[in-house]
């Protein structure tokens, strides 16, 4: 029998039905009066009032929807987690923002409903992967924000460097999706659960162990982890660089922040491999991203070194749990750290891939190192945003990037594990050297002849921008309130 | 546990044993008389024409994805119909919810010419 849904379930749910309701009332918008200011209007509102909703969810821990009126709860948000869905929602505005001119007008503005509707229920599965404590809620917020990406990634529909990475990611994301959907399916047939502890059974089967593995590399696939990397860096340039920005910085803070609420369950991998998978995760993502000459490619690859870095969150984490003992209710040191590190990278990568598409607006839509040659000279505001965003990507002193890792690194430190500290604060140095390789270009070259300019730089979007940017400063001096 | 799926078994057996018997039959019992008409392509006795690659209009994919989005629709409805009186008035609500979003989104395809052949 369907029971009536308690506060806590309203509380969790508001946000998903203000999005979802905003995307279907787009829809019949362009049914029955096609208005194009009206649907974006419409899906801004739904972004923010979305938003309005995680506020309260700040403040406390909330669990609902427990199954079947059971004891586990199907959503379980933690003030860290709003924050990452505030960053989720947010990098969906920018998104959106950075799209009014160029993807919301595309082909006659024949694609803006396709756009803004997609642009809302991708957000909405990506808070239901945040907040997913079940397998069937955890299958179904990757699903909902994997397919609104595969669309908008080939939206520029005539650029065949954008329906390839539609066509890479989806073809790829399906497959990591069935791996996914059969390990839930192993290990629900082994142990006869599906909340998120199931792994944490006493006696594990070959059949759960197999299954946990499968769950482990759908995971892994969606936060672009080495070995599973390899799409990043062709998806983030072909996708048009607004939805580069919602990929980085948000399908990254849902999938990394799922990855650490799943893993104690995955205790098959003790945390040294955790140490290790990020250890090669940060050497691959560093050494491809240090020699690419496209910074849409080069930032993609960073991407990945970053996910290698909160990988050692993750190490921490299970370190923790082995010497407390306590079942996952081990001190919120390295999710403070992970959540931390998934706000400084969102706020940077935002402000990243928007100045480049700003920058891109008058480069001819090219990123690469010889279109870009002293565009920042040219164009100071984006060249500032982007060289902030940059500074703190590279983990510069002063910028949330810097507090990010060294927060970090010091929980890796407090369990013990000071080596693999060491090997990362190495690697992170390395990072140094493609991060001002590109300033350097942008800055400090003589800029190339001035091409035309595809589409009008809009104030909008600039002052938009700013916000990431000026935030990534902020929190590099004033950590405190971001560590939920 | 295991025995339960004795029968499964047995009937695997059994389809195995009766589709490789029949092919061991055809092949020791059947002559083979090979002619050029028979290694043709069959097209309905017919002579085959063109290339099996031709080109076809993508808007048959188009089709095909909306009708498998309404033919899940009605399963959907099944599943809710076989219980409609226990789920009483809030399952009632809750199915009209999940028709109405789909409603809505039947009218969009509709309106923006999904439905039509030639466009």
Known sequence: MPSALTAADWMLAAPLLWLTGAGVLILLIDALRPARLAEAVVALLGLTGAGWFVLPLLRESVSGFAAGGGAVPMLVSTPGLAALALLCLGSAFVAGALGLRRLVEYEGGRHGTAFWTLLLFCPAGMLLTLWSNHMATLFLGIETLSLPLYVLAALQRNDEHSVEAGLKYFLLGAFASGFLGFGMALVYAATGRMDAAAGQEAALGPMAAVGLGMLLIGLLFKAAIAPFHLWAADVYQGAPTPVTALMAAGTKAAAVAALFRWSPGIELLPPTAWAMLGTLTLVVGNLSALNQANLKRMLALSGVAHAGILLYALAANAAGLRTGGSGGEYADGPFQSLSFYLLAYGFASLAAFGALELLERHSGGRSDDDALRGMARRHPLPGAVLCVALLSLAGFPFTAGFLAKYFVFVELIRVGMTGWALAGILLTLLAFGYYLKALVNLFMREPGPQRPAMVPADAFAAAVLLVPAILSVVFGVWPAPLRL | ?119
């Open chain 2, 1 to 119: 546990m295991l025995a339960e799926y004795a029968p499964l078994l047995a009937w695997l057996v059994l389809v195995m044993a009766f589709v490789g018997g029949l092919l061991a039959l055809t092949a020791w019992i059947g002559r083979a008389r090979p002619a050029p008409g028979k290694a043709e392509t069959y097209e309905c006795g017919m002579q085959p024409m063109g290339d099996a690659r031709g080109r076809f209009s993508v808007h048959y994919y188009l089709v095909a994805v909306l009708f498998i989005l309404f033919d899940v629709e009605a399963l959907f409805l099944v599943l809710w119909a076989l219980r409609a009186r226990e789920l009483g008035m809030s399952g009632l609500i809750e199915v009209g919810l999940f028709l109405a979003v789909l409603a809505v989104g039947w009218l969009h395809i509709w309106r923006r010419g999904g439905l039509e052949w030639d466009r």
